[in-house]
């Protein structure tokens, strides 16, 4: 059973066009963070969202955690092939580094 | 600094034999935990370490073990693997006990045949 589902599962867009990935849970965490995995690398911390309605920038990316701190989104603005990549999410359960990460999602760019 | 280090990088087994893997976490961290990465589960928790103490530890079978030594180096023990076994481990190392940032290995991709 999953806690934290992504959508879309795969995503394949032109360079230059924006959007938008998903990552719903029912249950609450105490914060929720991105990471961003390339092949043959381990993931990488992109942001930590604590606060419910919490909205953080990180360049073109835009993250936001759910008032009910149940779901957050990242958005990416005129996406550019570096940033292909496996993005995942990660909420805390408040146990330590114990983090529940989500399904996943598969963005390509295309030059 | 040097990041996080585990080895062997890929092994092939065949089903009943027991796997080692390695972890050299950052310098300074003392928090070590291991995730299981496959392409239908995704990144599963198995097991937090520190301080030489298992904190943590995830849904998997008594099968999957670990242990951490007084220098925060991590290794965990896989025995009579199974097919499902196949996947990439992945070591994680933080600065304390968390929540707080993981720094990933490049993992250890193990196959069972």
């Known amino acids: 059973t999953q806690l934290l589902e992504q959508s879309p599962q795969f995503l394949s867009i032109q360079e230059g066009e924006n959007l938008t990935v998903y990552c719903n849970s029912s249950?609450?965490?105490?914060?929720l963070q991105w990471y961003r995995q390339e092949p043959g690398e381990g993931p990488v911390l992109l942001v930590t969202?604590?606060?419910?309605?919490e909205v953080k920038k990180l360049k073109r990316l835009t993250f936001q955690f759910g008032d009910a701190r149940k779901d957050s989104s990242l958005h990416i603005t005129a996406a550019q092939p570096g940033d292909t990549g496996l993005y995942l999410c990660?909420?805390?359960?408040?146990?330590?580094?114990?983090?529940?990460f989500g399904t996943g999602t598969s963005l390509t760019v295309i030059p | 600094k040097a990041g996080v280090t585990q080895t062997p990088r890929y092994l092939i087994k065949t089903r009943g034999q027991q796997v080692t893997l390695s972890c050299s976490p950052i310098s300074g961290h003392r928090s070590v935990s291991w995730y299981q990465q496959t392409p239908g589960q995704g990144l599963q928790f198995l097991f937090e370490y520190f301080s030489e103490t298992q904190r943590n530890k995830g849904n998997f079978p008594g099968r999957f073990s670990g242990r951490q030594f007084s220098n925060s180096r991590s290794e965990m023990n896989v025995s009579t693997l199974e097919l499902g076994d196949s996947a990439l481990y992945l070591c994680?190392?933080?600065?304390?006990?968390?929540?707080?940032?993981?720094?990933f290995g490049e993992g250890s991709r193990l196959t069972v045949l």
């Open positions: 994680a190392s933080s600065l304390n006990m968390g929540p707080g940032e993981l720094f």
């Open positions: 249950s609450v965490f105490s914060s």
């Open positions: 969202v604590v606060t419910g309605g």
């Open positions: 990660a909420g805390d359960p408040n146990t330590g580094n114990q983090f529940y």
